[in-house]
């Protein structure tokens, strides 16, 4: 039984995710120190070039290899640019599931990039990898991360109760952190039954390819 993921590229109409390469590295620093990603996420604050590239090098080749995850580089099919990272952890080969996550550059939000990025990732693990559950966990506040997992068609499973450490400024301009819930979204295959033809219509993409 295979256990682990494969060096991948998926193509959506306006995107492609693929591995994280040396190049990317400028560009992950400067997403990573976005507020929100400071605020909703466990990044270090600030977030290096040098850091980026060690997670380039060597975080995420080690993850990959050992079968605990993937990050992928979200990237504009036209222009390169990095869109986002979407990163799958805590995978469990024997139930075929994993957690998903994403982020996206502060530029790049509003375009429906999380969702497409989202979505096609899953059909691509449900669809070639085989597996069976998808799980997302979102801040109680995080309403932007809850509507992408809803567009992508995932139900909402409950609360684990003060599970999260989100971050906040304080008035000095330092962040302090402060504890929220989790809400547990899951997601399996016959849950995408005509998801992609609902953002179809909604005007983001529906075709996903994956070599």
């Known amino acids: 039984m295979t256990t682990t993921f494969p060096d991948i590229s998926i193509n959506t109409d306006r995107l492609v995710l693929r591995a994280l390469e040396a190049g990317d590295a400028p560009a992950l620093a400067e997403m990573m120190n976005d507020e929100m990603v400071g605020?909703?996420?466990a990044v270090p604050q600030p977030y290096t070039e040098d850091a980026a590239r060690r997670w380039i090098t060597e975080y995420a080749p080690t993850e990959r290899t050992a079968g605990r995850g993937l990050d992928l580089a979200v990237t504009e099919f036209l222009t390169q640019r990095l869109v986002g990272i979407v990163q799958l952890t805590n995978t469990n080969w024997t139930v075929r599931s994993t957690e998903l996550s994403y982020i996206v550059a502060p530029w790049a939000r509003?375009?429906?990039?999380?969702?497409?990025?989202a979505l096609a990732t899953a059909q691509w693990l449900f669809g070639d990898q085989k597996f069976e559950r998808l799980e997302l966990r979102t801040a109680a506040d995080n309403t932007a991360s809850q509507q992408v997992a809803q567009k992508i068609g995932c139900i909402s499973e409950g609360v684990l109760r003060n599970a999260c450490i989100a971050?906040?400024?304080?008035?000095?301009?330092?962040?302090?952190?402060?504890?929220?819930?989790?809400?547990?979204?899951?997601?399996?295959?016959?849950?995408?039954?005509?998801?992609?033809?609902?953002?179809?219509?909604a005007g983001y993409s529906s075709y996903t390819d994956w070599s």
Do not use: C
């Not at 509003?110 to 990025?117: F, I, M, R, T, V």
């Open 39 to 41: 605020a909703w996420t």
């Open 110 to 117: 509003g375009e429906g990039y999380a969702s497409e990025a």
């Open 167 to 201: 971050r906040t400024r304080t008035e000095d301009g330092s962040w302090t952190e402060l504890r929220t819930d989790f809400i547990v979204w899951g997601l399996l295959p016959e849950d995408l039954d005509g998801v992609a033809d609902q953002m179809a219509e």
